[in-house]
Structure formats: C-alpha cells, structure tokens
C-alpha cells in the first residue's frame, strides 16, 4: 500500500463546530485529493492540491476548505460541521504518468458523524 | 461536467457463476481505470486502460475498454467469495486531469 495516513480515522463532532482531517504522504508526490464516499454517490471530489499551496475545487467543495503548506500533509478543514458532512473521507494521491494518465492511492479512510 | 454511470448498482451472483458490470461515459476519455473496494476498506487500483478497444485481463477478470472510448466493462468469470466488493469505473477525459468515478457495482457472492 501507498504510504498514506489519514488522522483522524474515526471521529464523532456536533453540528456547527470546525473539523480538520489531515493526510500525510512519504511517497512524495504531487498530486493529494480528498474524497468523500456515500451511498448511492460513489466518490466524489471535494478539492485537490498539484503543488505545495496549490490547490482547487472539486465537484462537491461548498463547506469545505484545504490547504497544503508541504508536499506530504493535505488538511480538508470543514469550517462549521453539518448533518450532510457526515461521510467517510478519503485522502489520495498521485503521480501523473504523463501520457497515461493519474493512478490514484487511497488512504484507509476518515469516518466522520456530525450530531 | 463529465458524468460516469455503472451499472447494475448491485449485483448478486451465485459462486461459481459469471457476471459483467458496464461502465459508460458521457465524454470520449483519454483512459479509464478500475478500482475495487472491499468492505470497509479503501479503493484499491486494478488497472488502468488507455487505447481504443483494448482488453486487458487479470486472472479472472477481462477488462475491456471500448472502441469509441466512452464505456468499459469488467468481466468476471466462475466468480469467487473473494470477488465481494464495490467495483469501481474512473475516468480521465485527459492525460493528467482529475478522475471522475462512477457509483459502483456492489458485488455480493452466494455461496
């Protein structure tokens, strides 16, 4: 497995408090992602970083923000939690192979429940 | 925006049996890949296909990609209690752009 660790892994938090989950790569690589999964949406992007204080939004981006001040560590910071965060969030990464394309790693996963 | 549809959403399959799942997008892609995730675990990437019409296998598995370049399909033949899983699509519509994945099949195995 890509060396990937997301903290926290499981987290309970209530409504209207901020939340940060935080991924750490050893693999050096350019690209992080953070994804959130749910029934019945499969994966879908909340932000991406392609360099260090480089990032951009995903399809699904509003109540979330990122940042990246190093190559290894990508904060999803949810500034005021809501009932329709609760989700399980994957952080990934990736290394363009150029004409083929990104291959993207997955860490285990953050299970967040917002009460 | 680009939009990747699976189908079935869920497959159950007796063991020993096999089945297809399909993958279709709404724009030609530059590559797709698959993914597959276990229960409780984290998408694992299984491969990647990038030319037009190519078929790919692993073991029993036959990934194929198609000729114009928006759909896909995953094969699995005499499946097994270790095929259990949500399998998923992704495609890229460039070389370096973001992946966008499709909803998954969820794969269930009847002993």
């Known amino acids: 497995d890509a060396g990937i660790t997301q903290s926290p892994r499981h987290k309970v938090t209530e409504t209207g408090t901020p939340v940060t989950l935080r991924c750490h790569q050893t693999?050096?690589?350019?690209?992080m992602y953070w994804y959130r999964q749910d029934p019945g949406h499969g994966l879908r992007l909340i932000h991406y970083?392609?360099?260090?204080?480089?990032?951009d939004k995903g399809e699904v981006s509003d109540g979330y923000s990122v940042s990246r001040s190093k190559t290894e560590d990508f904060l999803l910071t949810l500034e005021s939690a809501t009932s329709s965060q609760t989700s399980v969030y994957f952080c990934?990464?990736?290394?363009?192979?150029?004409?083929?394309?990104?291959?993207?790693?997955f860490g285990e996963g953050s299970w967040l429940t917002v009460v | 925006g680009q939009q990747v549809m699976q189908i079935p959403q869920y497959q159950h399959v007796q063991e020993g049996e096999d089945f297809t799942t399909y993958c279709n997008s709404s724009?030609?892609?530059?590559?797709i890949q698959w993914y597959k995730q276990r229960p409780g675990g984290h998408p694992v990437f299984l491969i990647q296909?990038?030319?037009?019409?190519e078929v790919k296998k692993q073991k029993r598995l036959t990934f194929q990609f198609g000729e114009a370049k928006k759909n896909s399909s995953l094969h699995i033949t005499a499946t097994q209690t270790t095929d259990v899983g949500t399998y998923f699509c992704?495609?890229?519509?460039?070389?370096?752009?973001?992946?966008?994945f499709g909803g998954g099949t969820r794969v269930l195995v009847k002993p």
């Open positions: 990934a990464i990736s290394e363009t192979t150029g004409i083929t394309g990104n291959t993207i790693y």
């Open positions: 693999e050096n690589h350019r690209y």
């Open positions: 970083s392609y360099g260090v204080k480089d990032t």
């Open positions: 724009t030609t892609l530059s590559n």
């Open positions: 296909l990038v030319k037009s019409g």
């Open positions: 992704a495609g890229e519509r460039a070389a370096g752009n973001k992946l966008t």
